[in-house]
Structure formats: structure tokens, C-alpha cells
């Protein structure tokens, strides 16, 4: 039990694009779903903390207006890098939270 | 803001050593959780440890938290292949249940 997927597991895009990412609890609803950005050989570092019908909180330091989250369902949380440039590519994952966090694969993003 | 210190930062040994990473906080622990990430996906919760001087074995792994709650160790005795990894402390406030705060990671390699 306790499964996290993430869509898609890499993407490429060009500079200038917006891009979606998906986290879905396969077998559990989440009320609290959380992003972290991971860049090469680097540790993990919270980016935001979604929450099932209301506003995400931020950390400092990361633009709300650049990265949108909506965690529109108790199973599914997105979030949108827009006007992505190379500087945000990075390794995002994301965790649901049951009795304790469950982390995504992670997704790649590479921006050209 | 909580730092988290991992040493070594980087650890290739050959398969059947044994070997010990540590995890150095600047402040007190909420709770400590050790996870195990592999390249190109999520991180893998291997133990949560709450009380000072607590210790546990998962299988040839063996977790220490540290009397005063600032520092843990990983020992893992005979080594295998299968052990490779990234390994990470994260301060887990709640059991895990807010949001993490990782250890900087020690990048593990076990030579066959």
C-alpha cells in the first residue's frame, strides 16, 4: 500500500514553456501533498506544501507565480512550472501524506 | 534555520565491509527519519527514530540517535551491491507528518 506516481517521469520542453506535472496516491486519499526540487547530486529541498482545496504554502524563495499548484482532489495534486527556463531544470518529486510521507519517482525536467 | 551536516559526503567500499555515515544536526531533532534513494527515483523510508539514545536494527542496517538528539548514525554491516544508494537524514517534525527538512546525503557505492 501507500503508492505514489508521478506524470510523466521526464520531459523535455523548450525555454518559454509551461509544464505540468502530476502526483497521484494510487491506494490512499491525501489531504497534504508536498514538492521538492532536487538538483545533480544534491539533497532534496521543500518547495511547496499543497493542500486539498485551499492555497499552497511556499517556501522562501520559490516563485508562486512560476511554480502553480493545485490540489484539486484528495488523490491528485499538479504542479505547473511556467515559462520554464534552463535554470529550472531539476529533478521535482512529490510525497502524499498518509501516516507518514510516501514519495512520487520524481519526474525530470530538462529545459533546452 | 536547521542544518543538516551527512559525512561522508561520498563512500565507495568493496562488497562485505561494514561501514557507519553519520547525520549532524545544529539544532535538536523533532523525530529523524532515514531514507534510501536510488538514481532517478524517490526516496525510500527506512526507519523513524524519536527518543535520545534510541536504536534500531533494520536487517544489516542498525540506525543510533544520539543522546542529546542533535545526531544520528547508519551502520551497515557486510555490505552488498543492493546497498548502493543515496542516503538521507531528514528531520521529520511529527513523525513525518509536516514538512521534512534533509540531511545534505551521502552518496553510497558498494563495489562487487
Known amino acids: 500500500g501507500a503508492v505514489v506516481s508521478q506524470h510523466p517521469s521526464w520531459v523535455i520542453c523548450k525555454s518559454g514553456t509551461s509544464v505540468k506535472i502530476e502526483c497521484r496516491s494510487l491506494?490512499?486519499?491525501?489531504?497534504?501533498m508536498f514538492w521538492y526540487r532536487q538538483f545533480p547530486k544534491q539533497s532534496l529541498m521543500l518547495m511547496a506544501t499543497?493542500?486539498?482545496?485551499?492555497?499552497?504554502?511556499?517556501e522562501q524563495g520559490v516563485e508562486k507565480d512560476k511554480f502553480l499548484i493545485n490540489h484539486a482532489s484528495l488523490t491528485l495534486s499538479t504542479l505547473t512550472v511556467t515559462s520554464a527556463h534552463p535554470e529550472d531544470s531539476s529533478f521535482y518529486i512529490c510525497?502524499?501524506?498518509?501516516?507518514?510521507?510516501?514519495f512520487g519517482p520524481g519526474t525530470r525536467l530538462t529545459v533546452l | 534555520t536547521q542544518l543538516l551536516e551527512q559525512s561522508p559526503q561520498f563512500l565507495s567500499i568493496q562488497e562485505g565491509e561494514n561501514l557507519t555515515v553519520y547525520c549532524n544536526s545544529s539544532s535538536v531533532f523533532s523525530s529523524l527519519q532515514w531514507y534510501r534513494q536510488e538514481p532517478g527515483e524517490g526516496p525510500v523510508l527506512l526507519v523513524t527514530v524519536v527518543t535520545g539514545g534510541e536504536v534500531k536494527k533494520l536487517k544489516r542496517l542498525t540506525f543510533q540517535f544520539g543522546d542529546a538528539r542533535k545526531d544520528s548514525s547508519l551502520h551497515i554491516t557486510a555490505a552488498q551491491p543492493g546497498d548502493t544508494g543515496l542516503y538521507l537524514c531528514?528531520?521529520?517534525?511529527?513523525?513525518?507528518?509536516?514538512?521534512?527538512?534533509f540531511g545534505t546525503g551521502t552518496r553510497l557505492t558498494i563495489i562487487p
Open positions: 510525497s502524499a501524506l498518509s501516516d507518514t510521507q510516501y
Open positions: 491506494d490512499f486519499q491525501a489531504t497534504t
Open positions: 531528514a528531520d521529520a517534525p511529527n513523525f513525518g507528518n509536516e514538512k521534512l527538512t
Open positions: 499543497s493542500n486539498e482545496g485551499s492555497k499552497a504554502t511556499y
